[in-house]
């Protein structure tokens, strides 16, 4: 889950998951979350529920505005209601179309794991990362 002006870094993440012979998977195109919020809140949210009920692990991207998007404190909400495994991941630092970095804000809930994109490889470290939340939270 992200927040709409993070579009372009969560694309990163997810070309990157996609390259690495990897199906794209819980992914979604912009378009198909854009249609389906034009048809109200009550149907984003059981979209979003069916999209949670077939996945074992939730990953938020975070950005700078992250923090107040209300899909993405929704799906938080789900995701440990339903006991997902859980972790977030800095995508602040990855540069957007335009080259430009942002800060980032601080919505993961504490006692599940954090990672920083590009200072912690996580190009070559996501799988890792995915597979280690399946486990229980510390």
Same mark, same amino acid.
Request: net charge positive.
């Given at each position: 889950?992200?927040?709409?002006?993070?579009?372009?870094?969560?694309?990163?993440?997810?070309?990157?998951?996609?390259?690495?012979?990897? +199906?794209?998977?819980?992914?979604?195109?912009?378009?198909?979350?854009?249609?389906? +919020?034009?048809?109200?809140?009550?149907?984003?949210?059981?979209?979003?529920?069916?999209?949670?009920?077939?996945?074992?692990?939730?990953?938020?991207?975070?950005?700078?505005?992250?923090?107040?998007?209300?899909?993405?404190?929704?799906?938080?909400?789900?995701?440990?209601?339903?006991?997902?495994?859980?972790?977030?991941?800095?995508?602040?630092?990855? +540069?957007?179309?335009?080259?430009?970095?942002?800060?980032?804000?601080?919505?993961?809930?504490?006692?599940?794991?954090?990672?920083?994109?590009?200072?912690?490889?996580?190009?070559?470290?996501?799988?890792?990362?995915?597979?280690?939340?399946?486990?229980?939270?510390?």
């Amino acid at each position: 889950s992200f927040e709409y002006s993070d579009i372009s870094r969560a694309r990163v993440v997810r070309d990157n998951w996609v390259t690495q012979d990897n +199906k794209a998977f819980g992914f979604f195109d912009a378009s198909k979350f854009a249609m389906i +919020k034009r048809q109200g809140d009550s149907a984003v949210k059981r979209w979003v529920d069916r999209q949670l009920k077939n996945a074992s692990v939730t990953v938020i991207l975070v950005g700078q505005h992250t923090c107040n998007c209300p899909w993405v404190n929704y799906v938080i909400e789900r995701s440990m209601k339903i006991g997902n495994g859980f972790l977030g991941i800095d995508i602040s630092k990855i +540069k957007d179309s335009h080259g430009n970095t942002s800060n980032r804000c601080a919505c993961i809930p504490r006692g599940y794991p954090f990672y920083l994109w590009n200072k912690e490889d996580g190009d070559c470290n996501i799988g890792a990362w995915i597979e280690d939340a399946v486990k229980e939270p510390e």
